[in-house]
């Protein structure tokens, strides 16, 4: 399945509804590859994917946590994030202290990156195995807009190592939508501004989106490609059979058929 989305249209009607981003490219991206996604098959699932990475991130995929403390919002560091964000990351008012949870090579923490800012060492092997990108090796792997993409929606569809729990998702279609919020922040943090953009893209979605089913469509592609291909073969022949009975280089096979 896949949510196709009149992109351009959509977008236009966010901002009449008041919306706002400074990462509008980036929300374009995501739209598009969410219309090519068999793991996003329902408008709630999408709007709650995109009203996530709207409080999170923006909508960019390459936002780093508290950049905007270091500078403009969304321009990534050169190196590591300046002082002010990494006595953030060790700080442990109101949060986890990052740096108890894993540094990298760099003697970094694994602080929010990517969409839906992932943090912490654990999530960046956990996450980094499920699309197989090295997370723990090279974090910044997580600035690359696909692999950003991907970890937001494998975090969201997530049903727990034996499959019992329930994802994200899955307590978006129950309504459940403060222990949505818990699933991605741990805590009710932000969940009226989470809550009022799934509602904006809900309203938006069903009615400019249409659900696919991919497979089917690739099914119909492949039928029309064929019958294309079938269609010029015969002509081809009938062409050809005219031309040989015409001269008189007819087989005597095919004398008898009459066209």
Same mark, same amino acid.
């Given at each position: 399945? /896949?949510? %196709?989305? %009149?992109?351009?249209?959509?977008?236009? *009607?966010?901002?009449?509804?008041?919306?706002?981003?400074? !990462?509008?490219?980036?929300?374009?991206?995501i #739209?598009?590859?969410?219309? *090519?996604?068999?793991?996003?098959?329902?408008?709630?699932?999408?709007?709650?994917?995109?009203?996530?990475?709207?409080?999170?991130?923006?909508?960019?995929?390459?936002?780093?946590?508290?950049?905007?403390?270091?500078?403009?919002?969304?321009?990534?560091?050169?190196?590591?994030?300046?002082?002010?964000?990494? %006595?953030?990351?060790?700080s442990?008012?109101?949060?986890? &202290?990052?740096y108890?949870?894993?540094?990298?090579?760099?003697?970094?923490?694994?602080?929010?990156?990517?969409?839906?800012? #992932?943090? @912490?060492?654990?999530?960046?092997?956990?996450?980094?195995?499920?699309?197989?990108?090295?997370?723990?090796?090279?974090? *910044?792997?997580?600035?690359?807009?696909? %692999?950003?993409?991907?970890?937001?929606?494998?975090?969201? @569809?997530?049903?727990?190592?034996?499959?019992?729990k329930?994802?994200? !998702?899955?307590?978006?279609?129950? /309504?459940?939508?403060?222990?949505?919020?818990?699933?991605? &922040?741990?805590? @009710?943090?932000?969940?009226?501004?989470?809550? *009022?953009?799934?509602?904006?893209?809900?309203?938006?979605?069903k009615?400019?989106?249409?659900?696919?089913?991919?497979?089917?469509?690739? @099914?119909?592609?492949? #039928?029309?490609?064929?019958?294309v291909?079938?269609?010029?073969?015969?002509?081809?022949?009938?062409?050809?059979?005219?031309?040989? +009975?015409?001269?008189? +280089?007819?087989? &005597? !096979?095919?004398?008898?058929?009459? #066209?």
């Amino acid at each position: 399945m /896949g949510v %196709n989305v %009149n992109v351009d249209k959509a977008i236009s *009607e966010y901002y009449k509804k008041g919306g706002s981003t400074k !990462f509008e490219k980036f929300l374009k991206t995501i #739209l598009q590859w969410a219309g *090519e996604d068999d793991r996003i098959n329902k408008v709630e699932h999408l709007a709650y994917l995109l009203a996530t990475g709207k409080v999170e991130s923006d909508y960019s995929l390459e936002r780093w946590e508290s950049d905007f403390v270091c500078g403009k919002a969304g321009v990534k560091y050169a190196d590591k994030p300046c002082q002010k964000a990494l %006595n953030y990351y060790r700080s442990s008012d109101g949060k986890k &202290n990052y740096y108890e949870h894993g540094i990298d090579s760099r003697g970094l923490p694994y602080f929010g990156r990517g969409l839906i800012q #992932l943090t @912490t060492k654990p999530n960046y092997v956990k996450y980094g195995e499920k699309i197989g990108v090295d997370l723990v090796s090279d974090p *910044e792997k997580v600035f690359v807009p696909k %692999n950003s993409y991907n970890i937001a929606v494998e975090f969201l @569809t997530d049903k727990g190592e034996d499959g019992t729990k329930k994802s994200v !998702f899955e307590k978006v279609d129950s /309504g459940d939508l403060t222990n949505a919020r818990r699933g991605v &922040n741990g805590g @009710t943090t932000d969940i009226d501004k989470v809550n *009022e953009q799934y509602k904006i893209w809900v309203d938006i979605l069903k009615n400019n989106s249409e659900v696919v089913d991919a497979t089917s469509n690739k @099914t119909v592609k492949r #039928l029309i490609s064929a019958g294309v291909i079938l269609a010029t073969i015969g002509i081809t022949g009938i062409v050809v059979y005219l031309v040989l +009975k015409k001269t008189g +280089k007819l087989p &005597n !096979f095919l004398k008898k058929v009459n #066209l």
